[in-house]
């Protein structure tokens, strides 16, 4: 009796959920870094305050070697607005650490693919 009360009400949340779920930028790709950098930005912060400042970063930094080799100043502009300036500062030493210690391939997804059987955008 219990698992048919518990499976009607996960399939009561499964249609609610493909009714109501909103549709965001970090929810079409498997890419690591960009899944990362939406995860970091959504501390503490409204999703609707977040879309925005995704896109515009995808645009600026697009992988993490970018981001890596980008300058303090173009990190912290990057987020402003979003607050906590520390979060961006560990962010991109995180992105040197990863690309100056990581095999090219595991950055490029090519590692991931092999792997998991699932390509990263």
Known sequence: MQTDTIQKFQSHIRKRRAMNRRDLPWRHTTDPYKIWISETMLCQTQVSRVVNY??????????????????TTDVLSARSGLGYNSRGLRVLQAAKIIVNSC??????????????GSSPE
């Open 103 to 116: 095999h090219p391939e595991f950055i490029s997804g090519s590692l991931l693919k092999k792997d998991s």
């Open 54 to 71: 995704y896109t515009d970063w995808m645009r600026r930094f697009p992988t993490v070697e970018d981001l890596a080799s980008a300058s």
